[in-house]
T-cell receptor, first 112, second 110 residues
Framework: DGGITQSPKYLFRKEGQNVTLSCEQNLNHDAMYWYRQDPGQGLRLIYYSQIVNDFQKGDIAEGYSVSREKKESFPLTVTSAQKNPTAFYLC???????????FGQGTRLTVV | GENVEQHPSTLSVQEGDSAVIKCTYSDSASNYFPWYKQELGKRPQLIIDIRSNVGEKKDQRIAVTLNKTAKHFSLHITETQPEDSAVYFCAASESLGLIFGQGTTLQVKP
C-alpha cells in the first residue's frame, strides 16, 4: 500500500515531553518529507531530506528535529519547544527524477 | 520560495454537477503540478498531475488545466458523485519539494 509506513497511528504526549514519529519507506526514494496538517491550513512543510545525512528546514521547523541516517528512514522528533504540537503529521517520499510523492498513513499526535 | 493559493476553501455541489477548484502559484520555475484527494482520516492520494510542458490533461471525469503565463492551474470534476466528497489539495514543485495549497473541502449532495 504505497511502501511508506508511519507509526504509530495515534500518539499521546504529555506537556514537556519529546516524542518521535517513525517514517520508513521501501520505495528506494531519495527524498523524504514531513508535513503537518491542521484543519483549514493544508499541508505545511516541516523538514525535508534529499539525500542521506542531509536535511533542510521547511516553513515551520521550529520545535522539531529530524535525522536521516538511512535512506529508508526519516524520523521526526517533536520537542517540548513546540508549543502547539497537536496535529496530524504526514510523511512523504519521492524519487529525485519522478516528482510524484507518496504519503504514509499519518500519525495523529495529541498533547494531554 | 513557492507560495500556492487555493480557492475555494469549501465547495458544495449537487450530484451530477461539475466542480472546479483553482490554484495559483508564485514561482515561475515550478514545473510539476499534482492534485491530491484526501478522505477523512486517510492519507492524500494522487488523482492527477500535469507538467509545465502540457496545457491540459484528462482522466475520465477529472481534468486539469495549466496556464503558465498566468501561473494558475485548475481541477475540473464532471458528473460529480457522492464518493467524490473529500478534501482536495493542489501542489507545485520547487527545489524544496512539493508546496501545497490550503485545501478545498468538496461536498457532493445526493
Amino acid at each position: 500500500d504505497g511502501g511508506i509506513t508511519q507509526s504509530p497511528k495515534y500518539l499521546f504526549r504529555k506537556e514537556g515531553q519529546n516524542v518521535t514519529l517513525s517514517c520508513e519507506q521501501n520505495l528506494n526514494h531519495d527524498a523524504m518529507y514531513w508535513y503537518r496538517q491542521d484543519p483549514g491550513q493544508g499541508l505545511r512543510l516541516i523538514y525535508y531530506s534529499q539525500i542521506v545525512n542531509d536535511f533542510q528546514k521547511g516553513d515551520i521547523a521550529e520545535g522539531y528535529s529530524v535525522s536521516r541516517e538511512k535512506k529508508e528512514s526519516f524520523p521526526l522528533t517533536v520537542t517540548s519547544a513546540q508549543k502547539n504540537p497537536t496535529a496530524f503529521y504526514l510523511c512523504a517520499s519521492n524519487h529525485g527524477q519522478v516528482p510524484e510523492a507518496f504519503f504514509g498513513q499519518g500519525t495523529r499526535l495529541t498533547v494531554v | 520560495g513557492e507560495n500556492v493559493e487555493q480557492h475555494p476553501s469549501t465547495l458544495s455541489v449537487q450530484e451530477g454537477d461539475s466542480a472546479v477548484i483553482k490554484c495559483t502559484y508564485s514561482d515561475s520555475a515550478s514545473n510539476y503540478f499534482p492534485w491530491y484527494k484526501q478522505e477523512l482520516g486517510k492519507r492524500p492520494q494522487l488523482i492527477i498531475d500535469i507538467r509545465s510542458n502540457v496545457g491540459e490533461k484528462k482522466d475520465q471525469r477529472i481534468a486539469v488545466t495549466l496556464n503558465k503565463t498566468a501561473k494558475h492551474f485548475s481541477l475540473h470534476i464532471t458528473e460529480t458523485q457522492p464518493e467524490d466528497s473529500a478534501v482536495y489539495f493542489c501542489a507545485a514543485s520547487e527545489s524544496l519539494g512539493l508546496i501545497f495549497g490550503q485545501g478545498t473541502t468538496l461536498q457532493v449532495k445526493p
